[in-house]
Each structure stands twice: as structure tokens, then as C-alpha cells.
């Protein structure tokens, strides 16, 4: 890649300027308060024309007899004043207005300038327009901005317009709404982040927990390229909210992620805002208040004493709300009374009440601030409600909530409609999160309680890019299909109070539209092109590049467009019952029939007789634990037969789609180290005085391996049996230490069996984190030469002398191109170690040299962001570039495939190894032999490990979402400590 083509690719080719038309007013809904002024106005003249005469009497007494040297001399500065105060009181209990969807008739955004010029048409569109899948191809006519039409294809409509048609053929690909996240941090935190690009929490000793006055809209920086990448995920809308460090964080703002898409295509935050357009008194305002472990931690703080201090600032904004009210109820009456009256009111009762840091916090309290919480467990969300309820707000989501769904009838019956904003994966990294389930979004779902995914985006695995596949988790994990996708559109254009402008793809809403190139739900789902305002964002040329393909495209054979991803299979309780009383664990038999598919090279006969059978379902017979047969009904017939005759039972199982793979081994982040990633206390602890080339302080995971927890659970969920770990080290530190291999079965102990090999790799950081430890990433490349100098041809037996002779591999954790460049001129001066990349995300840049220097990567940004200044030229994959691993493949680098999070000690994602492979393959054109090998025997050969005997059984495909393991098999592991 030239430096041109690369400097461009983070920007979508520029669209025309444009500039901010007016916003058509709005009936608007009036509070109880304005609604009583209004009535009495409008129905009882007669009555209030009577009252206001008494009323300006007594006044009138009261100003005669009190202040009568002053008569006559109302000031105009006093007059001023109670027009201004008038003015106030009329706007107190104002909501922005709310048109009936599928009303409106233009887009604020759109101006003749910059906006979309031509009509255009998208015909035969496969569509979820936010609520549903349409039952029939539909063309979605949009024009300046706004969807106009959608009709059926078959009805073949004929559109004209002055502006010009164009007609863009989708020839069946599927089509949604833009996405709605409604939770990020991008253009607060900019890609690639620094020191001081950080303006996510106000941390001040003054303002401490409480800092609702402030507003994201006065840190924005327009020119974050994260929008770019988010938008090329088909994420048109999100709303930026402050951090959880303070119980009321700051107000937040919703914007779309077309960059520079003003009348001057300059960097400026108005131009970024969803409502440009819309006057800012007619504009939404949002809330972000935080409870539980991040207010607690930050101000030092119990969750006594986040709730005593909340009351205590929302008693304030109450009192001077009742205050603001009274003052209003009384000039309200005045107002007919002639100009001295009014200037006597003003010198009586003084200014409108008004306190800036109390502003945002009163209109709460009135009901003009959409509210949404960060909290993470069940109490937590019932002191939020509880709390909501005693000062009269509603709560219109909670966020993140990994444990809400264990009340969802609470949340139902209390929460007033409240949306519950989760991750679908993402957990057990702190104690509010350690009861997950990752059937959460059906759980919820099941008991009316809305469920939406969002990303919390700006640390590289949070990266709203992706927001679409927490969804396809969600389903895969029973929620709905058309469920799924709401949570991705509708429901949190419903939460933020949008749902009359975007998450739907209806007429009268944005035209914001993606054109998919799968089933959107599926493994590895991806824009082929994204309209925001109805102007296409994505450049053609690197879409095809990228991808291969077009949204205009003739379809190739191998786009599957209308197939519906897989759901996990459950079994219902009776078939558990009747199989877990037969299973009578080690040693059992097995009968499995319906077998679709096995990979089975870690068992070289069984490979090698199936590549003899025809496309027929397998038919799996294990006897006492051992494999008698993996073949066609006919080949295991005699097995059969031979397994009946003995008199044997057998547990039977009929699948559907089965496949048979090796157990998976995965290069694991912590786990057995740790169980909470942010809890020192339940893991095996840091330690930060290894010094490379010092086998004395040298640090070894198998002495502080642990064998279960929750993430183990997870790893026997995706069929991981065998995992790799390194020590905690020093969570930031050149050496990490030596990595151990174990079972996951959580069926071994430490004695038994279940470490698999005590030394795997010596590992280490090269990077940011190289710095903390040696100063400077030149002094760790220098210090590894020395170390590597002294070992030169004498294996003196330690780890050191290992690694130096090539004995045991080098794995080194780096992304960034130079420090890989480094361990190229490493490797050329000294050819003996073993060097493996664990990382990748600029290795694009050195792939051929990689190759030719025989050095391996265990490839753990499959999907990578720019989130580090050290990283900023990763590879992010289509549909901006070509992925990681195609041009691994490509350049012949021998290459695994890994999931490691290298921000935080967790492995909450161990069970989508499979998957994520498959993501890999799908870009990289891998065979599926090829991409089982990813996770299980390119693993073993680049680290120099016994192949596993281990295999396990799916039902559906384990290369996507939402298989399951059916069986696994555990060949006795030898222990080599
Ligand atoms: C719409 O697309 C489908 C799938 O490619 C195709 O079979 C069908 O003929 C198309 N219909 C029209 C009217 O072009
Ligand atoms: C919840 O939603 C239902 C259905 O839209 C509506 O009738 C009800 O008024 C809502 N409740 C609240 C508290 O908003
Ligand atoms: C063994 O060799 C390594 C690798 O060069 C070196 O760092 C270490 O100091 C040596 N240790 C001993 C005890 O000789």
C-alpha cells in the first residue's frame, strides 16, 4: 500500500458542502403546568378576565399604599426584566416537539448546497425497514434526504424528478436502516488516542461526582477518523455521552458519523450534530448518570454514599424547580397588569430563579432530559428506579446492565418502558459484571423489557464498527431475528427519543440506509455501502478491493443473500432429561448420526478414509470412550452391528448439521491467572522486576495456573479443550514471562493431568508497554539483543538459553510495523530463535518480509483498531481495506488465529474462536480446512506443541455463530512439568 492511498483510506471520499436550513416547527407536547395557562386562557375568558382584574387590583393596593414615592416610575430596566423573566417561565415546561412518524417531508440536515442532489432508487431491496422484513423486494426511493416511497418491486413504479433519477440495482441483497448506537465515546476520544486526547470524564475536585453542567458538545473533536471506520459497520447515528466516573456525568448529544460533511467540509462539531438543522431550542437533550463501582471507586465513595449524595443534588434542583413554579404561577398572573404593576412584581420577587450548575439537573426534573444510566447489577438498577421515582424523572435506559437480566420483571413493572443498552459479550471484568448471560437480550426480551446492544466504544474491543455483530450474538443466542435487528435500529432510535427520524427505513424517516453483504445477523456481516442523509459514504473502489464485490454488483454464485444465520440448538428439557440420564460420563458410548461435516487432522487414518466418502452425512460410533468409526452409515455398519452385538449402551444423538473438529486451542489472554480482570484479588497477581536475560526473576504461569472459573464455562461453550497462558507479568513491562498449556475441561488437576506443557514461549511486550520497564521500546529491542548475543550458539539451559538456541519460541505481542521491522533486523542477526508475532495489526506492511524471515503470527487482531497512536496504520479490514489475513495468505506467512484483549486480563470472548476464524476466512478466502487449522493445528505447529488428540462434536457450523457443542472428547493429556 502507497502512503496516498493509505492516508486516504480513513476517509470517505468527500461529499459536497453543505449548509443548515431551518427546522420546520413541530406541534409540540406541553407540560400539565403550560397545558392549566393555556386552558384557562383559551375557555374561560370571561372568568380569567375577572380574576386578573382582582388580581392587579390587590397588587395595585399593595404597590398604592406600600411603595407610593416610587409611583409612576417603572423602569424600562425593570420592564426588561419581567419580560425577560416572562419569557423564561413561558418556556419552563417546553419538550421538543415530536411529529407523528412517517409525517415529516424534509430533513433538517439537507441543504441544496451539500445535499443529496439526484433521487435515487435502491431496487430489489431485501428489506428490514426497522420493525420487520418486508415479505417481498421492495425499491426504496430517497430523495434530498428524506425516504420517499418504498414499493413493491414487482409493481415496477416509475419515478421521475426534476433533479434526476438514479437507478441502483441491489438485485436482492439485504437492506436495513442506518444502526443507532446509543452509546459511545468517539469524537470525545479521538482514534488514534494520546496522552491528553482524553475528554471523557470531568474528574474535578470542585464539581466532584455531580457535573451535569457540562456538555460533550464543548469537547467534540469533528475530525476523529473512529466515525469513518464506525460508519463503514452501517453505523450511521450514535449519541455521545460523557464517562461513568461522576453519578451525573454531563449532558450528551446525538450526531451522525458523516465526517466533514458541512457546507465547507472543515472540521466543525455542528456540522457532526443529527438535530443540525433544528433550532437549538427544539433540540433533544440527554443525561448520563452512573451508579454502582465507577462513582464509588473515583470519589472514594460506598453505594451509601452515591445514593445520599444523588438525593441530596436532586433535592436542590427540586427546591428550586418548586421555586422557579411558584415564582412563574405568580408573574404569569400579572402579566395583564400595566407596566408599574410589573415592575413592582420585579422589585418584590426579583429575577426568574436561576442557578447555571442546577439548569440541566431542574430540567430533568421537568422532564425535558432523556435519561440514561450506567449501571451494571440487579440492586443497582432497583436504586435507580427507586431514586427516579422519589424526584419524578424516568429513566429511558440503563447501560451496560450485564445483570439485568436477572430482573426483568422488575424492570417491566417499575421501569416505565426503560431500555436495557447491553453488550452482548462483553463481561467478568469487573464485579458488577461477573453474572452475565449471554442469553441476556432474549431473556429480557421474553418479558417485554426492550433490549438494545450498543458499543461503549473507543478501547479497541468496544469499537462501534462492529455493533452489528453483538446483535448476530443476540440471536444466535435465541433473540428473535427481527428482535435482533430492532436492537440495532428502532428500539434505540426509540430510547434517545429519534424514533420519528432514523431506525427505520420507512418514508418520511433520514435516508440513512445499508445495503448488507449477507444476511445482516451472520458471521462477518458487512456494508456494502451506507447512505447517511442519503448520500453514499462508502468509496466503491476500496469496497471492491476490500470485499471483492459491489452493492451494485452482479451477484456471485457464493453470496448466499437470503439464508438465515443459525441459532443455537437447545435441546428442550425432556431430551436433556432423557440424554443426562443415560450419560454416565467417562468411558461412555456414543452413537451420533448426521454428521455434515469433520475435520479430523489431528486423527490422520480417520482423515484420510473420509476423504473416500461422498457427500453423505457421518455417522460417529465412540465405544468406552475410544472412536471405533467416523464414516458413511454403510462404512460403520459392521461397527455397528459388532457395538450392538456386545449388548452395549449407547447414548444417541441425531443431528442436524454436525460437525466434527479437533478440540480448539486457544491463545488465551489470562486465563487460569485471573477471574476478574480488574480484581487483583482473584487472580494470581503482577509482578513488575523481570529483567530480560534473568532466568532468576523470570516469571511462569504454570505455577499460578487455576483450572476453572466462569471464562472456563465459555471456552467448553465455543469447543476450545486446550489453552495457552501467559503470566499477568507486569500489565505493562517487556517481559511477560513463560506461558503455559493446559485442559479447559475443568475434569484435570494441576497434579492429574491438567497441565498439557509447563513451557510453552517465552513471551514478551513489544510496544507502549515495552516503556514502563526499559525506559524506551529502542532499549527493549537493545536489551533483547544483548540477551540473545549472550545465548549466541550455547543452549545453557534456562529459558534465555532456550529461546537463544531456538528451543522454545519467542512470542513477541506487538502490532506496530516498525517494532516488527525491528525483529525482522532481530531475526537477520540472529537466525536461531523461534520469533512468532502474537498481534498483528500493522503486519500487512512487513507480511513478505515476515514470510521469508520464517516468522509466524498468531494473529489476534483479526478485526483491529487504530485506538493507539503505536497502532494507527492497522489493517481495519473490509469494507475500508482487504483484511488482515488475506494479505497474511497472500505473502505465504504462516499464520494462527487468536482472541486476545490486550487492554484488560480477560477472555470473556474465548468461545468465539471458531467464528472469529471464520470472519478471517471469509476475507482471506480460506478454505474450511484451512480455517479450522487457524485455532487448532497451526496453533500447535507454531508453538512447537504436541498435536491434540481431543475432538469435538457441534450441532450447526462452529466457523459461525451459534453452534453448539454437543460432545467433546479429551484424549489423555501428558504432563511434561
Ligand atoms: C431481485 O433479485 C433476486 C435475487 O438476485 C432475483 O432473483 C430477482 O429476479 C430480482 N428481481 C428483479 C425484478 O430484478
Ligand atoms: C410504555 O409503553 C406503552 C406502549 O407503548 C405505553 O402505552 C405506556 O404509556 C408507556 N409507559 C411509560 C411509563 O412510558
Ligand atoms: C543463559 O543464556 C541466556 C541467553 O543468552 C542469558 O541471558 C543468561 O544470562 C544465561 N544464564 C546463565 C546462568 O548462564
Keep these: ?408 420483571n422488575l424492570l417491566r413493572e417499575q421501569g416505565g418502558n426503560v431500555t436495557v443498552a447491553i453488550f452482548a459479550e462483553f463481561s467478568l471484568y469487573k464485579q458488577e459484571a461477573y453474572s452475565p448471560s449471554l442469553y441476556a437480550g432474549h431473556l429480557l426480551d421474553k418479558h417485554g423489557v426492550p433490549v438494545a446492544y450498543k458499543s461503549d466504544h473507543v478501547i479497541g474491543l468496544t469499537s462501534a464498527k462492529y455493533l452489528a455483530s453483538q446483535a448476530a450474538i443476540g440471536y444466535a443466542f435465541k433473540l428473535p431475528e427481527e428482535k435482533a435487528l430492532q436492537s440495532i435500529t428502532s428500539i434505540p432510535a426509540k430510547a434517545i427519543d429519534l424514533d420519528f427520524r432514523i431506525g427505520y427505513c420507512r418514508p418520511g424517516f433520514d435516508a440513512d440506509i445499508v445495503v448488507w453483504d449477507s444476511h445482516p445477523l451472520s458471521s462477518g456481516a458487512t456494508p456494502l455501502q451506507v447512505f447517511i442523509d442519503g448520500q453514499a459514504q462508502l468509496d466503491e473502489s476500496q469496497v471492491k478491493q476490500s470485499m471483492g464485490t459491489t452493492f451494485t454488483a452482479a451477484r456471485a454464485g457464493d453470496e448466499t443473500p437470503v439464508i438465515k444465520p443459525q441459532m443455537r440448538y437447545e435441546v428442550d428439557d425432556e431430551q436433556r432429561e432423557s440424554i443426562c440420564s443415560q450419560a454416565y460420563g467417562p468411558g461412555q458410548s456414543f452413537v451420533i448420526d448426521g454428521i455434515q461435516k469433520a475435520f479430523v487432522d489431528n486423527y490422520p487414518e480417520l482423515a484420510a478414509s473420509l476423504a473416500q466418502v461422498d457427500d453423505e452425512p457421518l455417522k460417529l460410533i465412540v465405544e468406552d470412550g475410544e472412536i471405533s468409526c467416523l464414516g458413511s452409515a454403510a462404512m460403520c455398519a459392521g461397527a455397528e452391528s459388532e457395538f450392538e452385538a456386545k449388548g452395549k449402551k449407547a447414548l444417541r444423538l441425531s443431528l442436524q448439521n454436525g460437525h466434527v473438529l479437533p478440540g480448539l486451542t486457544a491463545v488465551t489472554r489470562a486465563l487460569g491467572l485471573t477471574e476478574i480482570a480488574t480484581l487483583d484479588g482473584t487472580g494470581d497477581g503482577q509482578v513488575s522486576s523481570q529483567k530480560i536475560g534473568d532466568p532468576e526473576s523470570l516469571v511462569y504461569a504454570k505455577y499460578g495456573l487455576w483450572l476453572d472459573g466462569k471464562e472456563f464455562a465459555r471456552a467448553r461453550l465455543g469447543g476450545v479443550t486446550r489453552a495457552i497462558s501467559a503470566p499477568l507479568g507486569d500489565a505493562s513491562g517487556f517481559v511477560q514471562g513463560v506461558s503455559v498449556e493446559y485442559v479447559t475441561s475443568g475434569k484435570r488437576s494441576l497434579t492429574k493431568g491438567g497441565i498439557v506443557r509447563g513451557d510453552v514461549a517465552l513471551h514478551l511486550n513489544l510496544g507502549d508497554a515495552t516503556k514502563s520497564s526499559e525506559g524506551s521500546v529502542s532499549n527493549g529491542i537493545h536489551h533483547l539483543r544483548k540477551m540473545l548475543e549472550n545465548g549466541k550458539g550455547k543452549d545453557n539451559g534456562t529459558v534465555y538459553g532456550r529461546v537463544a538456541a531456538g528451543d522454545l519460541p519467542l512470542v513477541v505481542h506487538c502490532n506496530n510495523k516498525y517494532d516488527m521491522a525491528q525483529l525482522l533486523l532481530v531475526k537477520k542477526d540472529f537466525p536461531e530463535p523461534n520469533i512468532v508475532i502474537l498481534g498483528g495489526k500493522e503486519a500487512p506492511y512487513v507480511a513478505k518480509e515476515l514470510a521469508a524471515a520464517n516468522i509466524s503470527v498468531i494473529l489476534s487482531e483479526n478485526r483491529p483498531a487504530p485506538d493507539a497512536f503505536r497502532e494507527k496504520d492497522a489493517v481495519v479490514g473490509p469494507p475500508l481495506t482487504r483484511s488482515i489475513a488475506s494479505y497474511l495468505k497472500e505473502a505465504g506467512v504462516t499464520f494462527a488465529l487468536a482472541i486476545y484483549e490486550p487492554s484488560m486480563p480477560v477472555d470473556y470472548r474465548i468461545h468465539d474462536l471458531g467464528p472469529e476464524a471464520g470472519w478471517a476466512a471469509k476475507y482471506a478466502h480460506l478454505s474450511e480446512e484451512e480455517t479450522v487449522r487457524l485455532v487448532t493445528s497451526n496453533v500447535e505447529s507454531i508453538l512447537g506443541l504436541e498435536k491434540s488428540k481431543d475432538l469435538v462434536v457441534f450441532e450447526g457450523n462452529p466457523l459461525a455463530y451459534g453452534a453448539s457443542v454437543v460432545v467433546s472428547f479429551h484424549a489423555d493429556a501428558e504432563t511434561d512439568t
Excluded at 419580560?83 to 417561565?89: F, I, Y
Excluded at 425497514?129 to 418504498?150: N, P, Q, R, T, W
Excluded at 443540525?276 to 433533544?284: D, I, Q, Y
Excluded at 407596566?339 to 420577587?349: E, G, V, W
Design 1 to 408: 500500500m502507497d502512503e496516498a492511498t493509505e492516508e486516504k483510506r480513513l476517509r470517505s471520499p468527500e461529499p459536497p458542502p453543505y449548509e443548515v436550513p431551518a427546522y420546520p416547527r413541530r406541534p409540540r407536547h406541553r407540560r400539565p403546568f403550560a397545558r392549566s395557562i393555556v386552558s384557562i386562557r383559551t375557555g374561560l375568558s370571561f372568568v380569567v378576565a375577572a380574576s386578573v382584574l382582582w388580581l392587579c387590583y390587590a397588587v395595585d393596593r399593595q404597590y398604592r399604599t406600600g411603595r407610593r414615592h416610587e409611583d409612576g416610575e417603572a423602569s424600562s430596566q425593570l420592564l426588561q426584566r419581567y419580560e425577560d423573566a416572562l419569557a423564561q417561565c413561558r418556556e419552563l415546561g417546553r419538550i421538543p416537539g415530536r411529529p407523528q412518524p412517517g409525517t415529516r417531508r424534509s430533513n433538517p440536515r439537507w441543504t441544496p448546497t451539500n445535499g443529496q442532489t439526484a433521487t435515487t432508487i435502491l431496487k430489489n431491496a431485501t428489506l428490514f425497514d426497522g420493525e420487520a422484513f418486508l415479505s417481498y423486494a421492495v425499491d426504496i426511493v430517497f430523495s434530498k434526504g428524506l425516504v420517499e416511497a418504498v414499493h413493491k418491486t414487482a409493481d415496477n413504479v416509475a419515478i421521475v424528478s426534476d433533479d434526476g433519477v438514479v437507478e441502483l440495482d441491489v438485485q436482492g441483497r439485504y437492506v436495513t436502516p442506518g444502526l443507532v448506537d446509543m452509546h459511545s465515546h468517539h469524537f470525545l476520544t479521538p482514534w488514534p488516542g494520546t496522552e491528553v486526547g482524553d475528554d471523557t470524564n470531568e474528574m474535578n475536585p470542585d464539581t466532584k461526582a455531580f457535573t451535569p453542567m457540562v456538555h460533550v458538545l464543548d469537547a467534540l473533536k469533528p475530525y476523529d477518523e473512529a466515525a469513518t471506520l464506525i460508519l463503514s459497520g452501517g453505523v450511521t447515528s450514535s449519541l455521545i455521552i460523557p464517562g461513568s466516573a461522576n453519578l451525573i456525568a454531563g449532558e450528551g448529544v446525538p450526531v451522525k458519523n458523516a465526517l466533514y460533511s458541512g457546507e465547507h467540509s472543515e472540521p466543525v462539531v455542528a456540522d457532526l450534530l443529527l438535530e443540525r438543522g433544528v433550532p437549538a431550542s427544539e433540540r433533544r437533550r440527554y443525561m448520563k448518570f452512573a451508579f454502582g463501582e465507577n462513582p464509588k471507586g473515583v470519589w472514594g465513595y460506598t453505594r451509601l454514599g452515591n445514593g445520599w449524595h444523588l438525593r441530596e443534588h436532586l433535592q436542590k434542583a427540586k427546591e428550586l424547580k418548586e421555586k422557579q413554579d411558584d415564582y412563574c404561577a405568580a408573574i404569569l398572573e400579572t402579566r395583564h397588569c400595566h407596566d408599574s404593576h410589573k415592575a413592582s412584581f420585579i422589585r418584590q420577587s426579583g429575577k426568574f430563579p436561576f442557578q447555571l450548575e442546577l439548569e440541566s439537573t431542574v430540567a430533568i426534573l421537568r422532564g425535558q432530559v432523556i435519561v440514561q444510566n450506567h449501571n451494571y447489577e440487579p440492586e443497582d438498577l432497583e436504586t435507580m428506579l427507586r431514586i427516579s421515582h422519589e424526584f419524578g424523572y424516568r429513566v429511558a435506559g440503563f447501560h451496560h446492565a450485564t445483570e439485568a437480566w436477572q430482573v426483568p
